[in-house]
């Protein structure tokens, strides 16, 4: 009967110490390190040569009683750091496909307006420039000549 007692007792005892075990946080250690371009990184351990500027210590506790780190792995910082850098990336390209098609927008309004002036010019639209004293003066054949000219060479830049 002692024995049963005993080893009743134990067992209360290796069930009891399993639940504190199961029960206390965990706790991981994260490094933060730079790399030569200047890029943070985390990761468990930095690489051979680099100094670990700082070690967190994240104490998170899941149902299972696992740091939500170390259940996710050890490479978890190094994962997330590359999804930040291709999210980071996509939206470096968002914006440069944005800023060209603007630049696209732009350049087609430019060579509309210089096709659209050169061709009112060439078809006898005629060309004013006003006067100091604020009143309108046509050119003459030779200027409008050199203003359909000047037109010309717009277009030609703008529609490239």
Known sequence: ????VVAGFMFKVVVAL????????????VCRWKDAEGVTHYSRA?????????????????LSGQSALV???????????E??????????AELK??????L???KASACNQATGRFEWLRNGGRAMRTMTDGQPAYLDESEHAREVASARQKA????R
């Open 156 to 159: 030609e830049y703008y529609c």
């Open 18 to 29: 399993g639940a504190l075990l199961l029960a206390s946080p965990a706790i991981a250690e």
């Open 97 to 102: 496909a944005d800023e060209e098609r603007q």
């Open 71 to 81: 259940s996710r792995g050890p490479d978890y910082g190094v994962l997330e750091n």
């Open 46 to 62: 930095a690489p051979d040569g680099v100094f670990c500027e700082k070690t967190l210590r994240i104490v998170h506790t899941t």
């Open 83 to 92: 999804f930040q850098r291709r999210r980071l990336q996509r939206m470096e």
């Open 1 to 4: 009967m002692e024995v049963v």
């Open 104 to 106: 696209r927008v732009q």
